[in-house]
């Protein structure tokens, strides 16, 4: 079964470092997202891609997160510097084209620590 | 402020029994809405789903109910097995709005 995938699992880091993060979709999905989860939150949406196009990056804190999707297949997240308050999971998800009733389906997430 | 919402943070629910999920949200424009099941150190899964133009989804042993005039929707499970155990988010979106989930409900199913 096709599934999304995320690395590194978990990363611990002092903050004012940088840190990555790579998605890999399930294979033909044009939507890609990333989400940012807070313990005891649900996941709240940072950035939409379509293909390579970000069309939703309105949550995206662009001061110190940047993200792309150069080729419009996987992605990178990036956070510079890193701050106490980034320790959350990184969720990636994926669909086939970004439609309302599709499902979005989510890799098993980069869960981030903060030091 | 808070489109989805679920109020309960966690349930306790003994095997073979009824378990139900209550959600609620704020936004009229909503009109698809998600159930996603998730375990520790896993990412969300989907579970099930409902359109606006309907009130009731089944799939096997859950069931989504949706109360469009009370703005409300419940997830049933029945009959409830100890796998169940995990936090289940709502989620719902609607016209150009991104998905927008709940803070999540921990489900313990007690054998």
């Known amino acids: 079964e096709a599934e999304v995938a995320q690395s590194p699992r978990y990363k611990i880091t002092e903050k004012s470092q940088a840190v990555a993060f790579w998605c890999d979709p399930i294979?033909?999905?044009?939507?890609l997202y990333w989400y940012r989860q807070i313990l005891g939150q649900g996941p709240e949406l940072l950035v939409q891609?379509?293909?390579?196009?970000?069309?939703?990056d309105s949550q995206l804190p662009k001061d110190r997160f940047s993200a792309e999707r150069l080729k419009g297949v996987d992605s990178t997240l990036k956070i510079q510097p890193a701050e106490l308050g980034d320790s959350a999971m990184y969720l990636c998800?994926?669909?086939?084209?970004?439609?309302?009733?599709?499902?979005?389906?989510f890799g098993p997430g980069t869960r981030l620590l903060v030091l | 402020d808070q489109q989805v919402k679920q109020n309960s943070p966690s349930l306790s629910v003994q095997e073979g029994r009824i378990s139900i999920l209550n959600c609620d949200y704020t936004?009229?424009?909503?009109?698809?809405f998600l159930w996603y099941k998730k375990y520790p150190a896993e990412g969300p899964t989907f579970l099930i789903s409902?359109?606006?133009?309907?009130d009731k989804n089944e799939d096997g042993r859950f069931t989504v109910f949706l109360n469009k005039s009370a703005k409300h929707l419940s997830l049933h499970i029945v009959p409830s097995q100890p796998g169940d155990s995990a936090v289940y988010f709502c989620?719902?979106?609607?016209?150009?709005?991104?998905?927008?989930f709940g803070k999540g409900t921990r489900l313990s199913v007690i054998a």
């Open positions: 998800a994926s669909s086939l084209s970004g439609l309302l009733e599709e499902t979005q389906y």
């Open positions: 294979s033909g999905h044009a939507t």
């Open positions: 891609f379509q293909d390579e196009s970000v069309v939703d």
């Open positions: 936004n009229s424009m909503f009109d698809y």
């Open positions: 409902i359109s606006s133009i309907k």
């Open positions: 989620a719902a979106r609607g016209g150009n709005t991104p998905l927008v």
